[in-house]
């Protein structure tokens, strides 16, 4: 039996990489792999997974704990699901001990630069999240980069219902002709989410639209806004609901069901699970047009699957010297305006081509195509 350890954010109260790392290891695990997860972030939760998961508290914790699995014999191959400068940590413990290294990373954004490029080039295998970041790997000399297509439970994450539709909204107090906007995101920088709140803000006082802003992120980060304070200047105070992360999947399900459009105003987007999740459910998307949004929401026509955001200037960020775009308000605002206009029209409860186009994303081919890498990692050995 394959031995596998992977090392990856595990944080059960939300995680991008959980939300990627926990079902692929699943299917592995389902195909016959031995796998032992250095779960970054886990606080030792119950869980039904079929894996066992290390709670590990730091970087340097979790660097102990996979040298001494690898010791121990417990890792055939290492797999890191992680941002690319934390790559390297592990990439070097693994290669000291003779240890092959699949990485599996986001690029936020364009360009990837050549001494990131050059930490994935010590790598044995390096995926993706999108299609943007495999190609802007091999342009950096990443050869053995590929993309990871990321997949979606989409009878978990199912069409929503007319009844879940209507019935979320009675449940909080939400009139019919009301335009529900949710926002599922870190309160971060990255995020922008004070660029949402003004979208909002002039959908409401300059276009007479009632609005209820419902927003699922960390309220008291360290590192974002004061995000009533900043509500209460955009003079939508009385129209925002605040819901911590770390929300159970019906409760998190039943506020993606009752909204009529997600926005998300982030300045670069490496994959974006929540507008996935939004997608599979058939809620229309309005997202900035960076990183990967343009993969998911475009298409043969524009507005295929969702709404670009146009960005009306870019800048370089510390982060790795990554593009950060900014997204046009006014480009948001017509974009909810034409989702309120459809509203009114339409029901918002129909398959549309976002849903048609998640059910194309399963789990069978990330599997695949991480099962065919270790066995050729395998028989290089």
Known sequence: MTKLVVVSDFSFKGSGYLNIMSPLCT?????GYDIKVIGLGYLGEPHSLPFSIIPCNSISDS??????????????IVVVGMDIP??????DTAKKLGKKVISITPLENPPLTMSWAFILQQADKVFFISQMGADEAQKAG????????????????????????????????ISEDTLVVLTVADNQERKNLSKAMEIVSKVKKEHGVKVRYILVTRENSEVGWK??????????????????????????????????VFLLSSKAEGLGMPVMEAMCIGVPVVATSCGAMPELLGGD???ERGYLMETEYSMIDPWGNSRRDFPKAASG????????LQKSTSPLVAPNRARIYMETRTWDKPTIQVKTAIEELLNEN
């Open 27 to 31: 299917h592995l695990a389902n195909l």
């Open 63 to 76: 660097r102990v704990m996979l040298n001494n699995l690898i010791i121990l014999g417990q890792a055939d």
């Open 86 to 91: 934390y790559q390297a940590q592990y990439i």
């Open 142 to 173: 990443v050869e053995t980069a590929e993309h990871l297509v990321v997949g979606m439970d989409t009878q978990s994450w199912r069409m929503r219902t007319k009844e879940e539709y209507e019935g979320g909204r009675k449940s909080l107090g």
């Open 227 to 260: 995000l009533r304070d900043l509500a209460m200047d955009y003079g939508i105070a009385s129209e925002l609901m605040i819901f911590e992360r770390g929300l159970s999947f019906g409760e998190l399900y039943a506020l993606y069901a009752m909204s009529d």
């Open 301 to 303: 026509f524009e507005w």
């Open 333 to 340: 605002i017509q974009a909810l305006l034409n989702v309120q």
